[in-house]
């Protein structure tokens, strides 16, 4: 009987060995599987996506989509009320047609005073060369005069010279102190005197007209050479007024192509495949610029985003590919592969007060894991179920 206890004693303490190696055995297994291949359900699928806002204000008068819809790339979205886009696109285009004009009549006019601005320079030269010319006129009649003024003087002194002979003379004709021959040439000598002296008043007057129209020719020519001026300057304004209006082009076309533009954003077309959501407006609306209508996600890639622990990290590498499984059908397995690993989170044992660190100074005996995001896209995606948000499990092959 003893024996027989001995013998079960010794094969239930042989069973519970067995047991508890293969225990030990597992459990290392395991620990090594989730080592090669870490495995979170902290994950959750995610899709790029981009928040619709009118870049353009105006009313809503069309809207082609409802929440939750499919569309494809180049869909209608929403279109806004163009006619005020129309109308500055109109006016653009009317400024920039009138600026035009504006430069074919300028050049038109310097084709046509191109030949004005060489006549211009020639007759200024022509000008300037009469002004010296009748200043030398006036200079010499100024002195034909000077030299009449002379001869008059002359003449008069003869005159007054032959008058006075004459007078003493007469008398003494009377008086047989003198033949009647002295006195005859004493008045024909006063006789031509007399002439002379008018003669020479005559050249006087004759000088003085002279040097009249000498400086009137002079002063013709200095208004000739500031007409011929006027006319030089009025061309070369005119090149300047061409450079002005051909500066402005640039500003014209811009405003036209803004115009364009913004009638452009009055339609909104899908940029992509994707679904509509977070729709809360309605036709009739006045859509403002920046302010989100509704949101459109992205349906060509899906990814998702797992929260693995830091220990983990060391086998997880660029390029792995990895077994995912969604919470709305648990049994599907979709392919993904790993395209990039988190660098950083938010400590949440650490804060800043007045600029230095604040460290608790209570320690718990138990440390958790910091959890980094991986980023994973999904190959083989079911765009037709897949949700941003939805939770997820990934394993690491």
């Not at 395991?30 to 009118?54: G, K, M």
């Not at 030269?125 to 008059?152: I, L, M």
């Not at 060509?300 to 709305?328: A, C, F, Q």
């Not at 460290?359 to 894991?369: D, F, K, Q, S, Y």
Request: with cysteine.
């Amino acid at each position: 009987m003893n024996n027989n206890n001995r013998q079960v004693k010794s094969i239930y303490l042989l069973t519970c060995s067995v047991v508890l190696v293969l225990a030990l055995a597992t459990v290392a297994f395991v620990l090594r599987s989730l080592e090669r291949q870490p495995r979170t359900d902290d994950a959750s699928v995610r899709a790029n996506y981009v928040l619709f806002a009118p870049e353009v204000s105006g009313r809503l008068l069309t809207l082609a989509v409802k929440d939750n819809a499919f569309v494809h790339k180049g869909d209608l979205l929403f279109a806004i009320d163009p006619r005020q886009y129309e109308y500055a696109l109109q006016q653009a285009l009317a400024d920039q047609r009138l600026l035009e004009a504006q430069i074919t009549d300028a050049r038109r006019r310097i084709a046509s005073e191109n030949s004005a601005v060489e006549a211009a320079r020639a007759g200024l030269s022509g000008s300037e060369t009469q002004t010296k010319v009748s200043e030398s006129s006036v200079e010499a009649a100024v002195a034909a005069v000077e030299r009449a003024k002379s001869a008059v003087q002359s003449a008069e002194a003869q005159k007054e010279l032959a008058a006075s002979n004459l007078r003493r003379i007469e008398p003494l004709l009377a008086k047989q102190y003198v033949t009647p021959e002295q006195v005859d040439e004493a008045r024909t000598k006063a006789r031509i005197t007399a002439r002379s002296y008018e003669e020479a008043q005559s050249a006087l007057q004759q000088a003085q007209a002279t040097a009249s129209q000498a400086r009137f020719a002079h002063d013709e020519s200095k208004i000739s050479v500031t007409a011929s001026r006027a006319r030089l300057e009025q061309s070369v304004h005119a090149v300047e007024i061409l450079d002005t209006l051909l500066a402005q082009r640039p500003a014209k076309a811009a405003k036209v192509g803004d115009a364009q533009l913004n009638l452009e954003r009055c339609t909104v077309k899908a940029p992509f495949d994707g679904y509509v959501t977070n729709l809360n407006i309605s036709e009739g609306e006045y859509a403002k610029p920046g302010v989100p209508i509704f949101t459109l996600i992205d349906n060509r890639t899906w990814y998702v985003v797992s929260n693995y622990r830091e220990s983990e990290l060391k086998s997880i590498r660029p390029g792995e590919h990895v077994d995912i499984y969604v919470m709305s059908q648990p049994s599907r397995r979709f392919d993904g592969i790993v395209e990039s690993l988190g660098f950083g989170v938010a400590p949440d044992d650490t804060r800043l007060s007045n600029g230095l660190p604040d460290i608790e100074h209570t320690l718990n005996w138990v440390h958790i894991a910091a959890r980094f995001p991986v980023r994973i896209r999904v190959q083989n995606p079911d765009s037709a179920s897949f949700r941003i948000g939805e939770t997820a499990t990934t394993i690491v092959r």
